[in-house]
């Protein structure tokens, strides 16, 4: 069983940045796991963020493509995201997944709040 553990959120002003963590345990081949950035607002669905997969190819919803990046150490088990001038609209509950073939886990998210 993974586990995976979100850290980073916080509240930060329009314009500000944050940096995500997503910490996997549990298992000795992280790095055959494509792992995924989701978010969920409040009344909304859950909606993709990013992805990178074992060979770090990456992929980004349009809401945050050139503010947000996707990054991997996989000699640390640890998923990252970095994003760049939050909006209001960025705010939301980040969660972190692990997908391997029809396998997934998820952490239980952490909270981000842009507002000034």
């Known amino acids: 069983q993974v586990q995976l553990v979100e850290r980073g959120g916080g509240l930060v002003q329009p314009g500000g940045s944050l940096r995500l963590s997503c910490a996997a345990s549990?298992?000795?081949?992280?790095?055959?796991?494509?792992m995924n950035w989701y978010r969920q607002a409040p009344g909304k669905q859950r909606e993709f963020v990013a992805a990178?997969?074992?060979?770090?190819?990456?992929n980004y919803a349009d809401s945050v493509k050139g503010r947000f990046t996707i990054s991997r150490d996989n000699a640390k088990s640890t998923v990252y995201l970095q994003m760049n001038n939050l909006k209001p609209e960025d705010t939301a509950v980040y969660y972190c997944?692990?997908?391997?073939?029809?396998?997934?886990?998820w952490g239980q998210g952490t909270q981000v709040d842009v507002s000034s």
């Open positions: 549990g298992t000795n081949i992280f790095s055959a796991y494509t």
């Open positions: 990178i997969t074992t060979r770090y190819s990456t």
């Open positions: 997944n692990a997908a391997l073939g029809n396998v997934g886990y």
